[in-house]
């Protein structure tokens, strides 16, 4: 996983078990597009590039990470998908609304994934600014989209 360098992309190789039959449900926000579409490439680029078969990989957008545990929920509660990637980007402003955000779309997204016992990865980069957002989404520090991917692809092998 990311090393104390901080890239997102890095990775081992340890509990990668074959994907081929596997099917990846992708919920992707829709604000912050620029990033999260981003985020979205490096997750199905991952996926593809450890064995996954396009076809096997179905995508939904939400309007905004606060529904992404929604969104998750209703890709978890279809019995043949087998992992749930949420992706997201929540940016800073001047109130405490990122927090609210933030602190719910973390939990949400862990309630689905203990209730439908299935891997659902929190892909959600919580920046204090757009430069952050955009280094971490194929940026200097890697792309979270890979993380999410790799770590749902790990789980599944657990
Ligand atoms: N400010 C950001 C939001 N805000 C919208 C919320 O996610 C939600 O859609 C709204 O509160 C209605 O429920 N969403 C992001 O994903 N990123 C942001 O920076
Ligand atoms: C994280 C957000 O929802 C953000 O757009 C809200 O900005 P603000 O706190 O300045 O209203």
Same mark, same amino acid.
């Given at each position: 996983?990311?090393?104390?360098?901080?890239?997102?992309?890095?990775?081992?190789?340890?509990n990668?078990?074959?994907?081929?039959?596997?099917?990846?449900? /992708?919920?992707?926000?829709?604000?912050?597009?620029?990033?999260?579409?981003? *985020?979205?490439?490096?997750?199905?680029?991952?996926?593809?590039?450890?064995?996954?078969?396009?076809?096997? /990989?179905?995508?939904?957008?939400?309007?905004?990470?606060?529904? *992404?545990?929604? $969104?998750?929920?209703?890709?978890?509660?279809?019995?043949?998908?087998?992992?749930?990637?949420?992706?997201?980007?929540?940016?800073? $402003?001047?109130?405490r609304?990122?927090?609210?955000?933030?602190?719910?779309?973390?939990? $949400?997204?862990?309630?689905?994934?203990?209730?439908?016992?299935?891997?659902?990865?929190?892909?959600?980069?919580?920046?204090?600014?757009q430069?952050?957002?955009?280094?971490?989404?194929?940026?200097?520090?890697?792309?979270?989209?890979?993380?999410?991917?790799?770590?749902?692809?790990?789980?599944?092998?657990?």
């Amino acid at each position: 996983m990311a090393t104390s360098l901080k890239n997102l992309s890095q990775h081992s190789d340890k509990n990668i078990s074959d994907i081929s039959k596997k099917r990846f449900g /992708i919920v992707v926000s829709e604000w912050n597009e620029e990033v999260t579409e981003s *985020l979205y490439e490096g997750a199905l680029e991952t996926l593809l590039a450890h064995g996954a078969k396009k076809e096997n /990989i179905y995508r939904k957008n939400v309007p905004g990470s606060f529904e *992404l545990s929604l $969104g998750g929920q209703r890709m978890a509660e279809v019995e043949e998908i087998d992992a749930v990637i949420c992706l997201g980007c929540v940016i800073q $402003g001047e109130t405490r609304h990122f927090d609210f955000i933030c602190d719910a779309v973390a939990h $949400g997204i862990t309630q689905v994934g203990l209730k439908y016992n299935k891997p659902v990865i929190f892909g959600v980069l919580t920046p204090e600014n757009q430069q952050q957002a955009l280094d971490r989404a194929g940026g200097k520090h890697g792309n979270k989209g890979d993380e999410a991917a790799i770590t749902a692809v790990k789980m599944l092998g657990f």
